[in-house]
């Protein structure tokens, strides 16, 4: 098993029954298919195929984008074929899938809006087959349905019944066509009939044939917008009570005269628009829609300028777009993170709150939100914790929301204690309790709490055996040791052998630091090769040299940049060092290895340079080694690396942003990734990844969090325990 079960487990695509709510944020994922592209030319999730002499309009081997003619802006697919003798053509839709989503399509029809250049006929219109995610395919049936003909140059909302769609194996119980869990849908050839034919095919969603009222939803209110450097973000009111299945955008650059650019999803209330250089003014109006797209009167103008930024001012923005997944996207009830989104809203990730937490002492500090509404998130999320499932101490991986219950979301065996994503969340619960220091009831409370969960983790029984030499991940109550996955560095669970040792209650010897953490023994040597596939680095300590950069500890090139960032967010690794190596030092090496390595690109991955750059576990992350180079760029990699690179880290933040941020950026920062080899920008935001922007550009900054953390009573000790020395060397 690979170091990181997070890395293991990032490409798994899991599906389970969820409630859906079609007046939310999720309803509207539990129901579209396709809206719009975020990439141009090409949509990444689609694959067509022709044999000749049809012909069949393929751009990089996927369906073809338009951006002239669209029904959901700003863009939709264009199908553009000829039908000949002997020929055949198909284009396949894929529905996304990725880690993390759980959410399942929900109605019994499936909707299409069409839009034809020309009359097209219900015989020349192409077929339709759909094909579920356990890989069973319908028959054939006519793309227009019940309808005769397509009228030329006119948007028309084709419905078909799912029930009209007939499983190809229809014998036995064992070939049911499940469209909750829709992932593909064909286009295919029908009549030979030799035409050019081109159709635009918008709006694609999975619903239930209801009747429309006619009845728009309220107009939005408390509309504004705010210029940045190259964007502006757009903000309005939610209803509450009658939350609209979607929000159109529309915007202006004369104040009269307006065209729709986009849509967002139903109950969110931020979008932003990339216009890509300061010194432009743009003017807005938004509308709210219902499931019928019944539209609202536009709201009341806003508009706003982009002006030009300072490195300074980019670094804040940066620090309160990421840090708003943890504000304005965390779970109403425990106020902690949710794992990604889209995906499963009541999914709450331990670790990754714990990330969240530190980030929100950044946005105190930095005044994104007031001292007093942090006290009451964080009085929200240490009750939360206070009462839910703990194993020996030790949170699970993830926890429901709702109940504080744990979520085996990968598997059954993982339905217990994860020592890691605890220690991920007791670093964040001790950088706020150093912080929220005032006399008061609150933060007086805050304090206690996490002092009584600190205690109360016991580290010590993850040890297995008394007498080990490790500590272990997991433990469960049904399944014991079942998943016996030892901690061995070098990777991101540093944090658990320091937590451990420094524990006031059920700490563990210092001396599993060398046994564990850095061990030398056959299990620890052969769990680096399982995972590294080479001898470099099999004994903890690395000494070669790669691109001219010397790494003392790592395996091989070091593997992903996270595990220089998850255990250093609030461990300070300046001006000390134990016997191995300075962690600064080694970290800022390990860095400029990953950026060097994309700079020599061996794979030839598009858009890789000095500017451009950054492997590290995402949705679909890499390593700087040619066997593990997908070619996908993870944002965070580089920006959470600033206080190692901070040269290399801003050019790669104005690279992000200026080349790509049309792309890359959005109402929560940047988004997880891009691969420019496959023309894909990954639309999803990550718990994991949000906040090490945030809290390591501050560490860059400020030192703020690394101080918090330090000034813990429990670390110095724990440090003198280990061996770390002061190290004089210039970090």
């Known amino acids: 098993m690979r170091p990181s079960l997070r890395i293991a487990i990032a490409s798994l695509v899991v599906f389970s029954l969820l409630p859906t709510s079609t007046m939310s944020q999720y309803g509207y994922d539990h129901h579209v298919v396709f809206d719009n592209s975020l990439t141009d030319h090409s949509y990444y999730y689609s694959q067509g195929s022709v044999v000749a002499p049809s012909a069949l309009e393929i751009i990089n081997g996927k369906f073809p984008i338009d951006d002239k003619i669209f029904f959901s802006p700003p863009n939709s697919l264009r199908l553009k074929w000829k039908s000949q003798f002997g020929g055949d053509w198909r284009m396949t839709l894929k529905v996304a899938t990725r880690y993390g989503r759980r959410f399942e399509l929900s109605g019994n029809t499936l909707f299409l809006r069409c839009f034809s250049e020309t009359e097209l006929s219900r015989d020349e219109s192409p077929l339709i087959a759909l094909q579920d995610a356990h890989g069973v395919t319908t028959s054939d049936i006519k793309l227009l349905g019940a309808l005769e003909k397509l009228p030329a140059q006119q ?116 979008y932003v628009d990339f ?93 994104f939100v007031t001292r007093e509404q942090v006290v009451e998130r964080m009085l929200k999320i240490v009750r939360f914790l206070k009462k839910a499932d703990r194993f020996h101490g030790v949170w699970p991986h993830f926890l429901d929301g709702r109940t504080g219950k744990v979520i085996p979301y990968f598997g059954k065996y993982d339905d217990g204690g994860d020592l890691v994503e605890t220690a ?63 901690l061995v560095g070098w990777n991101e669970t540093m944090i658990v052998y320091l937590l451990a040792i420094a524990s006031p209650t059920h700490a563990v010897p210092a001396s599993l630091y060398h046994t564990g953490w850095a061990g030398q023994s056959d299990l620890a040597v052969r769990y680096r090769q399982g995972w590294g596939r080479t001898t470099h680095g099999d004994h903890y300590t690395n000494g070669n040299t790669y691109f001219g950069i010397k790494l003392d500890v790592g395996v091989g090139t070091g593997g992903d940049l996270f595990f220089t960032h998850f255990s250093f967010m609030g461990f300070d690794p300046r001006h000390k060092k134990d016997r191995y190596t300075n962690y600064f030092k080694n970290n800022r090496n390990l860095a400029l290895i990953n950026r060097a390595y994309c700079m020599a690109n061996p794979n030839q991955r598009v858009g890789y340079g000095e500017n451009c750059w950054g492997l590290s576990a995402g949705i679909n992350g890499g390593k700087p080694i040619p066997r593990d180079d997908r070619g996908t760029i993870t944002c965070m990699a580089a920006l959470a ?59 860059y900054r400020s030192g703020l969090i690394w101080k918090m953390f330090m000034s813990n009573p429990e670390i110095q000790p724990m440090l003198e325990k280990v061996g770390f020395v002061e190290d004089p060397e210039v970090n």
């Open 275 to 367: 216009i890509g250089a300061p010194g432009k003014t743009a003017f807005y109006k938004i509308s709210a829609l219902d499931l019928h797209e019944n539209e609202s009167p536009l709201s009341r103008e806003a508009s706003a300028t982009t002006r030009k930024m300072n490195d300074e001012a980019l670094l804040t923005m940066v620090q309160e777009a990421c840090f708003r997944y943890y504000w304005e996207a965390a779970h109403p009830d425990a106020g902690m993170a949710i794992e990604i989104l889209p995906g499963d809203e009541n999914l709450v990730a331990v670790g990754s709150s714990g990330f969240g937490i530190m980030a929100l002492v950044v946005a105190v500090e930095r005044g």
């Open 641 to 699: 690396s600033f206080p190692y690179t901070p040269q290399e880290s801003m050019a790669a933040l104005k690279h992000f942003y200026h080349e790509h941020g049309n792309k890359l950026w959005g109402i929560y920062g940047f988004r997880d990734g891009f691969n420019l080899t496959q023309n894909w920008f990954e639309d999803v935001y990550m718990a994991l990844n949000q906040a090490p922007i945030v809290v390591m550009i501050e560490n």
């Open 155 to 270: 948007w028309v909302q084709i419905k078909l019944p799912i029930s009209s769609f007939v499983p190809i194996f229809k014998s036995t119980d064992e070939y049911k066509f499940d469209a909750r869990r829709l992932a593909n849908i064909f286009f295919v050839q029908r009549l030979d009939d030799g035409k050019e034919h081109t159709l635009y095919i918008d709006d694609i969603r999975i619903g239930d044939e209801a009747p429309n009222d006619g009845q728009a939803p309220a107009t939005p209110t408390g509309f504004t917008a705010k210029g940045y450097d190259s964007h502006i973000d757009l903000i309005w009111q939610s209803h509450k009570d009658a939350d609209p299945f979607s929000y159109k955008i529309y915007r202006s650059w004369d104040g009269q005269n307006y065209a729709p650019i986009g849509v967002q999803k139903g109950r969110l209330t931020r």
């Open 424 to 486: 991920f969340l007791v670093q964040g619960l001790l950088v706020a309790r150093q912080y929220f220091t005032r006399n008061t009831n609150a933060e007086a409370e805050i304090r206690g709490t996490i002092t009584e969960l600190w205690k109360s983790v016991e580290w010590d029984w993850y040890r297995q055996e008394p007498a080990s030499d490790f500590l272990y991940w997991h433990w469960s109550p049904n399944h014991a040791w079942h998943i016996s996955h030892p």
